[in-house]
């Protein structure tokens, strides 16, 4: 939420990285169900939560440069 929050603060100069933070937010939010009903397959949206998290900081730096 810390991150989400900064992001929505500096957005102006981070829209897509403030976007994928809130999008972030909320795959975080259904893989933390999926994984409570389902705790030893949890399925794709392990990979695809982490694939989020590599395109935030993705375009963070290369906004940064």
Do not use: C, E, N
């Not at 999008?23 to 695809?48: N, R, W």
């Amino acid at each position: 939420l810390l991150l989400v929050a900064t992001l929505g603060y500096m957005m102006p100069a981070y829209p897509i990285a403030f976007y994928l933070a809130v999008g972030q937010f909320a795959v975080g939010f259904l893989l933390f169900h999926a994984v409570s009903l389902k705790p030893k397959d949890p399925g794709i949206m392990v990979a695809f939560h982490q694939s989020m998290v590599l395109l935030m900081a993705l375009a963070i730096v290369l906004v940064w440069r």
